[in-house]
């Protein structure tokens, strides 16, 4: 028989069963489509050499009248504003003892340190820093004890444990000659309380961490008893950062990168300013900012309540960030959804900020005074799995629920979804907060990064390009996104024994090694029209244009599976090696119907090399028929 040619469907098809879509392709890992063809999705490198403290679920870029390119860092831990190769730590200090206030003790032979303050408020792994102490008497000395320590243990609500160290991090152990307290001029500075790695949705907003409390328990809505999930956004070149569920903090850029950020309560002239919120946003134009989830005033309108209210919104002052009271000199002013249980999360769109909550959307939007902002209902049914599954791209807003993809562009629509039920059956409902949501323009694609049901954290991510409308997946860990603009290049945050920020789609390895474990597969496609006789295959034309730097390395993998009925397990029967240089692959394989799989990866076997990029055409093969023998 002549050879004959194989176009697939472009996108990732697994609705149905690999029979069924017969023609198209049905498994992927780091592959993309593009032009309608599948391609090696591009590399990544680390972008820095120095690491931070924490896992990283936010990144926030913007430029400073000056020039200077900033990048936001929000971390399990801290918030840093990167500049050049050096993260710059502005966490903000939420208490400062007075003096005497902290005292230490030492045992002989031991490296951990008491440390009592009374009503401390810390919670395990909060930063302290002393100053003013003096030496134990021993080997905790005075620069041993006078530098930032991670607190390792919570004693009681008085005391608690720091690991001593040097000023190179190494562990200082106390002897017998360590009887001191540290004096009577120790101050402790506090940063805030940090938040928490790991976050279990169970029983509705607010719900604790595994091992928190009761079962069925609702926590309260603070920052310490939810996933650190931080938001932030410039006012004017100024940064707002805010913690979810914690305070809202004001970093100056004139004050340059060794101050901290203060509490919007400590800005000059601040008046009845939250002391919480879910997320803050500055709106479109008119440079309002909205604090989502906010504590509202009480019947006196004198004071915060201190009490998250999870459908309350308020804004500040135009174009006056520490003015929250609602006048009628002024815009300030506040309102209430009221579809759903709590505000999910927010962003700001064009010319209208959208607000998700667990049962609705909302349409936010300027109206002047005296009401000043008005909430449209956009859609009630509907609701965002997590704060960051929202993103905007060229279409309009791409947000994720719990049961599907969505669309708006000034209504909704569903995005089918080729793949719906291999996402949405593998994702780990316990975490569903940590779903973000990314774009990578330079391709058209918008996708999503979630934990599988076999994974705590991230691992996975699903893409769909929404130029050509086709759907592919992969597996990768990172924690945070931030499509190229300030800086080239995408930038992603993630962990290789320490905590990373990596530029993506640069080269074709990951970070100096081989991709690992690249493939695309078809479905079952049968050898003859009918899918009745058996047929034997004996040659393939592969049609591969190698688009890296690997040279002569330039290797992937032709892997034919054949098999008879739908419900049988496959047999390999042929792995080929191709090169830019192979014309021709000899197969032999009989069977009635067939799956080619085309792979590399850091197996030496699996044909991977440093630097190899490949992109597929349409192959060709060579059957006849055959009988069973």
Not at 171 to 188: E, F, R
Not at 320 to 343: C, D, F, H, M, V
């Given at each position: 028989?002549?050879?004959?040619?194989?176009?697939?469907?472009?996108?990732?098809?697994?609705?149905?069963?690999?029979?069924?879509?017969?023609?198209?392709?049905?498994?992927?890992?780091?592959?993309?489509?593009?032009?309608?063809?599948?391609?090696?999705?591009?590399?990544?490198?680390?972008?820095?050499?120095?690491?931070?403290?924490?896992?990283?679920?936010?990144?926030?870029?913007?430029?400073?009248?000056?020039?200077?390119?900033?990048?936001?860092?929000?971390?399990?831990?801290?918030?840093?504003?990167?500049?050049?190769?050096?993260?710059?730590?502005?966490?903000?200090?939420?208490?400062?003892?007075?003096?005497?206030?902290?005292?230490?003790?030492?045992?002989?032979?031991?490296?951990?340190?008491?440390?009592?303050?009374?009503?401390?408020g810390a919670v395990q792994n909060d930063f302290v820093t002393f100053s003013g102490a003096v030496t134990l008497g021993g080997l905790i000395t005075a620069p041993v004890l006078n530098q930032?320590?991670?607190?390792?243990?919570?004693?009681?609500?008085?005391?608690?444990?720091?690991?001593?160290?040097?000023?190179?991090?190494?562990?200082?152990?106390?002897?017998?000659?360590?009887?001191?307290?540290?004096?009577?001029?120790?101050?402790?500075?506090?940063?805030?309380?940090?938040?928490?790695?790991?976050?279990?949705?169970?029983?509705?907003?607010?719900?604790?961490?595994?091992?928190?409390?009761?079962?069925?328990?609702?926590?309260?809505?603070?920052?310490?008893?939810?996933?650190?999930?931080?938001?932030?956004?410039?006012?004017?070149?100024?940064?707002?950062?805010?913690?979810?569920?914690?305070?809202?903090?004001?970093?100056?850029?004139?004050?340059?990168?060794?101050?901290?950020?203060?509490?919007?309560?400590?800005?000059?002239?601040?008046?009845?300013?939250?002391?919480?919120?879910?997320?803050?946003?500055?709106?479109?134009?008119?440079?309002?900012?909205?604090?989502?989830?906010?504590?509202?005033?009480?019947?006196?309108?004198?004071?915060?309540?201190?009490?998250?209210?999870?459908?309350?919104?308020?804004?500040?002052?135009?174009?006056?960030?520490?003015?929250?009271?609602?006048?009628?000199?002024?815009?300030?002013?506040?309102?209430?959804?009221?579809?759903?249980?709590?505000?999910?999360?927010?962003?700001?769109s064009r010319q209208e900020t959208l607000i998700w909550t667990d049962d609705a959307l909302y349409s936010v939007q300027f109206i002047g005074p005296p009401y000043t902002f008005g909430a449209n209902l956009i859609n009630q049914g509907l609701g965002m799995v997590a704060p960051k599954a929202a993103v905007n791209a060229p279409p309009g807003v791409f947000w994720m629920d719990r049961s599907g993809f969505y669309l708006y562009s000034g209504s909704v629509s569903r995005v089918p979804c080729t793949v719906h039920n291999y996402i949405f059956s593998d994702i780990n409902q316990e975490q569903v907060f940590k779903i973000f949501a990314f774009l990578n323009r330079q391709f058209n694609e918008v996708g999503w990064y979630y934990p599988s049901n076999s994974s705590t954290e991230i691992d996975r991510f699903v893409t769909y390009n929404y130029q050509e409308q086709v759907w592919s997946y992969g597996n990768l860990t990172r924690y945070a996104w931030l499509d190229e603009g300030v800086q080239p290049y995408p930038r992603a945050t993630g962990t290789d024994t320490y905590n990373y920020i990596y530029q993506h789609e640069t080269g074709n390895d990951a970070d100096g090694s081989p991709m690992d474990n690249v493939y695309i597969e078809t479905s079952d496609f049968t050898l003859d029209q009918s899918g009745n006789n058996f047929t034997f295959m004996h040659q393939a034309i592969p049609d591969i244009l190698f688009t890296g730097d690997g040279g002569s390395d330039q290797v992937i993998n032709f892997v034919l599976k054949m098999r008879n009925y739908p419900n049988e397990t496959f047999t390999t029967e042929s792995t080929n090696t191709v090169t830019a240089s192979t014309t021709k692959l000899n197969l032999r394989g009989r069977a009635r119907q067939a799956v080619v799989r085309l792979e590399s990866d850091d197996d030496a076997d699996a044909g991977a090399r440093l630097g190899v990029g490949w992109r597929l055409g349409s192959m060709r093969l060579n059957t006849r028929p055959d009988g069973r023998r």
């Open positions: 028989m002549p050879l004959t040619k194989y176009n697939f469907k472009p996108g990732i098809d697994r609705e149905g069963t690999a029979f069924s879509n017969e023609g198209g392709w049905f498994d992927v890992n780091l592959v993309r489509f593009r032009k309608g063809f599948p391609e090696k999705i591009g590399g990544w490198v680390k972008e820095q050499i120095t690491t931070y403290l924490g896992i990283g679920r936010a990144l926030h870029a913007w430029i400073a009248l000056e020039g200077t390119k900033y990048l936001g860092v929000g971390t399990t831990y801290k918030y840093y504003i990167k500049e050049g190769n050096t993260f710059n730590d502005i966490t903000p200090i939420r208490a400062t003892t007075s003096a005497g206030d902290v005292t230490f003790s030492a045992s002989d032979g031991d490296a951990t340190l008491t440390v009592a303050d009374t009503s401390h930032e320590y991670q607190i390792a243990t919570i004693v009681n609500t008085n005391s608690y444990t720091v690991e001593a160290k040097d000023t190179d991090g190494d562990t200082v152990t106390a002897n017998s000659s360590d009887s001191g307290n540290g004096g009577s001029s120790v101050v402790g500075a506090y940063q805030i309380n940090v938040g928490l790695d790991d976050y279990v949705s169970g029983s509705g907003w607010g719900a604790s961490t595994w091992g928190t409390g009761g079962w069925g328990e609702v926590a309260a809505l603070s920052d310490t008893s939810q996933l650190r999930l931080w938001t932030q956004d410039n006012f004017g070149e100024d940064l707002l950062i805010n913690p979810r569920s914690g305070g809202l903090y004001y970093w100056t850029q004139d004050n340059g990168l060794t101050t901290r950020a203060v509490a919007f309560s400590d800005l000059t002239n601040a008046n009845l300013v939250p002391t919480k919120a879910f997320q803050l946003i500055v709106s479109d134009i008119d440079r309002h900012i909205l604090a989502l989830g906010a504590d509202p005033l009480n019947a006196a309108g004198t004071a915060r309540t201190g009490n998250i209210d999870p459908l309350f919104i308020c804004w500040c002052d135009q174009e006056n960030a520490p003015e929250w009271e609602p006048k009628y000199t002024n815009t300030s002013g506040s309102l209430r959804l009221s579809a759903g249980s709590q505000i999910v999360g927010g962003l700001r």
